[in-house]
Every structure is written in structure tokens, then in C-alpha cells.
């Protein structure tokens, strides 16, 4: 792969659609994930996405967490960088400043992203850092077993919980909303279309794009209300709001919050402001972005590796 140059992409209009295979990686892993998984959803929307904005895989980096969802950067051809539990968002925030060139994509599970990487979701949101942030909500923890996780329902009962939990579900949505993100959606792995379209949105916004992404867990979760259809709020004539009104749409998130554990699935774009400049516009004009951020810095010049080598060295 070639190395991305900074600022080359800031207008996505003038791109040709690209072959979405090109994100199929050469040597294709067996993908681990089990038959009927709503990860492979997530992938599909994902290359479908990617592929009709015209980026190729070098312009891409995927930020992973732990968890099954985690996996999804080993199914990617892309730049990828599979983090720790929780711990997407700070690696690709820094990647981001490092390289402002790159279209990044951060992902992780319900788990990984609403549990104990909570407080680095809220912040980024805070920050808006101009990023695409896909949430996997299968409502447990996948790859451990099953576990209860921030967004299982109250009464369900795992392994952890064998009685019921007595927890009340986190509102990812609400959160997001609260904690400062510029566009929040919802779509679900059981519709690959709205999905890829969704996706899309997110990925073209400038600034913090949250995306819950309902996926199905065939194996641990069968209760789940990942499975039942849903209905796109954008294309149904009993849901009017408007989705630039920050009022309107927290009182859309919280009824379709509670929606979900009644059974009715609604998905969409419940929010977008194109107009909240992103933390990466705000620096710039503070005048606090490097002339030569990182990643130029050490592509173009051999004398700063050598810098970096030596300080290593002195460290040891
Ligand atoms: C610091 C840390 N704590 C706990 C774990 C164990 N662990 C691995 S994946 C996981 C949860 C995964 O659930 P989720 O994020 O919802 O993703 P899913 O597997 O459902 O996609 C946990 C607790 C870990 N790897 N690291
Ligand atoms: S355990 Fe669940 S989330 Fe993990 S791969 Fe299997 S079906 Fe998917």
C-alpha cells in the first residue's frame, strides 16, 4: 500500500465509485464469525460504503476494539489497527491528528464501546473529532459467551445475571446526543441497503458520526430484537421530525429507546448538524495544527526516524 499524503481527499464530490472488492483483503481469513452473524452485515455495508464513495483501500484506517466486532479489521483490506478492550476512539483520534489525510473509522461492540470505553465515547463526541465511530449492538458480550452488557434489556438473564439484570440499559443514542455528537444514527445488519446508505452519511460528515448498528448475535442472544423488522424512520409517514432540531430529535432517540425493548425496532438518522465545526476544523483555526503534521513529517524525512530510533535507544 501507498502512503496516504495529508489534505489530498478534503473534497469526497468530484470521486468515481470504486470496486468495493478491493476491500475483500488478497489472503481472505477465515472469517472466525459464527453462520448467521449480524457482523457480516456490518462488513458488507462497510465495503459497499467505502466502495460507492470512491475511496480505496490506502485512504482507509480501520481502529478496532476487542470482541468479536473487533475482528472486523482482519476482514477489511484497509489501514488497520486492531486496539485493546475499549480503546478505538484514543487511537483513532491520534491517528486522525497524525495523519489528517486518512478517512478513519473507528468500531467495537456494545461492550468495547458503551462499557469500558464509555467515557472515551462521550468525549470524542464532545471534541466532535471528524471520524465515523459503528457501534456492533448485539446487546451482550459476544466473544466472551454471552455476558450482560450495558445495553442487554432489564429482566434479560445470562451467565452474569442468571436471575434477570437489574440494570437499566444504557440509551447509546441519547448519550451520543448529550455528549456532543454532530450526527447520530441507528441502522440495523438485517437491512444491508439502509445500512450501506447510512454509512455513507456518516462517513461524508465532517465531525463525530455515531452509528449504533443493531447486530444479531445467533448464538448467544436469541431474544434479541436485532432479528424482528424494523421500520426506517425516514421512510415512514407516522415518524415527522426534523432531524437538524436537537430538541426534536431527543425526543425522537428517547421514545425509539424505549421502542426497542417494547419490541419495535426504528432506525435512521435521528440527527445531523453539518454545521458544528469538527475538532480537527477547530484547531486549524486556532493555528494549533503543525505545518508538517506527523505522519508527512516522517514520511519525507529519514533524519526524523533517525531522531526517534535514537530516543528509543536512550529509553532502553
Ligand atoms: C481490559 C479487558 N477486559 C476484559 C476483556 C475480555 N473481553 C474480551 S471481548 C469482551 C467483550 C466483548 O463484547 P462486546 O464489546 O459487546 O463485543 P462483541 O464480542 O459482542 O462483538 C471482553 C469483556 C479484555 N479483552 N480486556
Ligand atoms: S458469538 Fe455472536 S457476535 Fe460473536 S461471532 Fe458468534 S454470532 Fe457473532
Redesign the pocket.
Known amino acids: 500500500m501507498s502512503f496516504t499524503p495529508l489534505h489530498q481527499h478534503d473534497d469526497d464530490s468530484d470521486r468515481e465509485p470504486t470496486d468495493r472488492e478491493a476491500f475483500t483483503p488478497g489472503i481472505e481469513p477465515q472469517a ?3 453462520p ?4 457480516f452485515g456490518v462488513l458488507k455495508a462497510l465495503k459497499g460504503a467505502m466502495g460507492d464513495l470512491g475511496y480505496t483501500p490506502e485512504e482507509v484506517l480501520l481502529v478496532t476494539g476487542i470482541g ?1 466486532s473487533g475482528k472486523l479489521s482482519s476482514y477489511f483490506e484497509s489501514y488497520g489497527f486492531h486496539s485493546i478492550h475499549g480503546r478505538s476512539l484514543p487511537v483513532a483520534r491520534a491517528a486522525k491528528l497524525a495523519n489528517p489525510g486518512l478517512e478513519v473509522v473507528a468500531a467495537g461492540g456494545d461492550g468495547d464501546g458503551y462499557g469500558i470505553g464509555g467515557n472515551h465515547f462521550i468525549h470524542t463526541a464532545r471534541e466532535n473529532h471528524d471520524m465515523t465511530y459503528i457501534v456492533f449492538n ?1 446487546e451482550i458480550f ?2 466472551t459467551k454471552g455476558q450482560t452488557s450495558p445495553t442487554s434489556p432489564m429482566g434479560h438473564k445470562s451467565k452474569t445475571q442468571p436471575h434477570g439484570s437489574a440494570k437499566a440499559p444504557i440509551r447509546p443514542l441519547s448519550l451520543s446526543l448529550v455528549g456532543g455528537a454532530s450526527y447520530v444514527a441507528r441502522t440495523a445488519a438485517v437491512n444491508p441497503n439502509q445500512a450501506q446508505e447510512i454509512l455513507k452519511e456518516a462517513i461524508q460528515h465532517d465531525g463525530f458520526a455515531h452509528v449504533d448498528f443493531l ?1 444479531q ?4 442472544n436469541k431474544d434479541a430484537k436485532q432479528y424482528v423488522p424494523y421500520v426506517d424512520v425516514q421512510q415512514s409517514d407516522d415518524y415527522e421530525f426534523d432531524h437538524h432540531d436537537r430538541r426534536e430529535a431527543s425526543e425522537m432517540m428517547h421514545d425509539v429507546e424505549d421502542a426497542l425493548h417494547e419490541g419495535e425496532v426504528l432506525t435512521g438518522r435521528f440527527y445531523h448538524d453539518p454545521d458544528r465545526p469538527s475538532y480537527q476544523q477547530e484547531k486549524r483555526e486556532h493555528g494549533d495544527v503543525p505545518e508538517d503534521p506527523l505522519a508527512e513529517r516522517y514520511h519525507d524525512d529519514d533524519a526524523e526516524w533517525e531522531r526517534s530510533y535514537d530516543l528509543m535507544d536512550a529509553h532502553k
Do not use: F, K, Y
Open positions: 472466525t464469525w459464527c448467521g452473524c449480524g457482523d468479536c448485539n459476544g466473544l447486530t448475535c445467533p448464538t448467544w
